[in-house]
């Protein structure tokens, strides 16, 4: 099955700076790319995706990018916020499989 | 608030014991997805229902087992218990009405501690 890694487990930035997180996956075969935010005692929540025929998507701060040659994907977060501060997952699935395979997820802390 | 709900929000028994945990989807969504999370395994889907029929099994153990009922709300039972079934449950839907690409939405998660 797909398996999705995802670095670093741990990012520090300071508030205003921007943060990077890298996914790898393995199933050449996957082309749908979510990344959801999780805050302290709350479910994920989707806050972007990005599909496989393109190599680029952003929304205000956040922005993702996928080299499909290489089977990575980043989310890009500009500016950061203390309201930032959570765990991120990214993951990935495919046509007619619409489970989701799951990086370990990275904490961001946003140093005011 | 991304409209799904669950019942209940934390669930403490016994090791052996049976509990029953409950998903209300988004309105209009088809699909509902269980996913386990674990500090050790992280988020491991379990199982999907797709309109009322099961779409797809992931590590779902035997001693699990879910349905999804007529008005699409869905219920995940787990049973003979153990100590390492101590998780948080998240329930998520999409819409899945023939779009290739369907984006699950997650709920607030019932915390399971078994003792």
Redesign the interface.
Known sequence: GENVEQHPSTLSVQEGDSAVIKCTYSDSAS??F?W?KQELG?????II?I?SNVGEKKDQRIAVTLNKTAKHFSLHITETQPEDSAVY?C?ASK?G?????????NQVVVIP | D?G?TQTPKHLITATGQRVTLRCSPRSGDL?V?W?QQSLDQ????LI?YYNGEE??K?NILERFSAQQFPDLHSELNLSSLELGDSALY?CAS?V?RGA??????????TRLTVL
């Open positions: 082309n749908y979510p959801y709350k479910g994920p929540q989707l995706d599909r997952f993951a046509d499989n619409n489970r989701l395979a799951f990086g370990k997820g | 991304s799904v699909s997805y996913y992280g988020l491991q889907f999907q779409r797809a992931g998240f999409s899945d290739i690409y369907n984006e699950q939405f997650f709920g607030p998660g």
